[in-house]
């Protein structure tokens, strides 16, 4: 069975500490795919949440003093429950309070997956990559070997976004092929795919690797189908869109359509 199969089968919870910018677009992309958000922040009750969680979320695109403890306290607890735990490292590189925040969860919580752009992922990784907000920006370099350096350095799997997905746990490689530019016209789509990876890993049943890769694949076949459906109407019609297509894509449709290949060693 596919993981996007379990995932529709599950309905995995997917507790989600998230930028005040895309918390409603990522609530309704998960609930279309076929999980369960919650987007739960308040530090009273998100150790609690995150236990009874298939998947942790943290993302710091908008960030203050009140969210880092709560993702700490969330991060912490999804460890100690052996849930897997997602970290959207938004802008890191971008400011010192990023770099210093995103610095600060790597040390204090195991990550089952990173997802970022190159420049962000190269950040946590110590590479020297040019940034621009919380862009990739322009940058020369081995991106593969960015990925697989920090999945090594942070034991767990590091996903790359950009033209073409790397997704790997430091000894394997996927590369995903899918997806469509018109999703950078879109605000949150990026974040809305960190939390689709957790729903994804939330039944991955252990193989971390192979639920990421299809999750980046899936969510790449779902944008080209809702790019040919909205044609030339621009990106408000195609992020509804999209969200239909995290409805609507079968694992047939998928399958047929998927360009996800395992790098040779």
């Known amino acids: 069975m596919s993981y996007l199969s379990k995932v529709r089968q599950a309905n995995p919870l997917v507790h989600n500490i998230t930028n005040i910018v895309v918390a409603n677009f990522t609530a309704n992309g998960l609930l279309a795919l076929g999980a369960s958000p919650f987007m739960a922040d308040a530090i009273e009750e998100v150790a609690d949440v995150a236990a009874m969680s298939g998947a942790v979320v943290l993302n710091i695109g908008t960030l203050n003093e009140a969210a880092i403890a709560s993702m700490i306290e969330a ?6 429950h052996h849930v897997p735990l997602v970290l959207d490292p938004v802008g890191a590189g971008a400011t010192a309070y990023r770099t210093d925040v995103t610095a600060k969860l790597l040390s204090e919580l195991q990550l089952t997956a990173l997802r970022g ?7 946590v990784a110590g590479e020297s990559w040019a940034s621009k907000g919380v862009d990739a920006g322009a940058g020369e370099g081995d991106v593969v070997a960015l990925a697989i350096k920090a999945a090594q350095k942070l034991n767990c799997v590091v996903i790359i976004t950009g033209k073409e997905d790397i997704i790997t746990d430091g000894k394997r490689t996927y590369i995903a092929s899918n997806g469509h530019a018109i999703l950078t016209r879109v605000t949150g ?18 193989e971390v690797l192979e639920a990421a890769a299809e999750a980046l694949s899936f969510y790449g076949v779902a944008a080209e189908l809702a790019a040919e459906a909205a044609e030339a109407q621009g990106p408000g019609s195609f992020q509804i ?19 996800l290949k395992l790098l040779e060693a």
Do not use: H, I, M
């Open 75 to 80: 991060g912490k607890a999804a460890n100690r």
């Open 117 to 123: 752009n190159v420049a962000e992922v190269a950040n």
């Open 189 to 206: 789509t990026g974040c809305l795919l960190s939390a689709v990876v957790g729903a994804f890993l939330a039944v991955s049943g252990g």
């Open 241 to 259: 869109g999209f969200l239909n297509q995290l409805s609507l894509v079968t694992p047939e449709q998928y399958s047929s359509r998927s360009r």
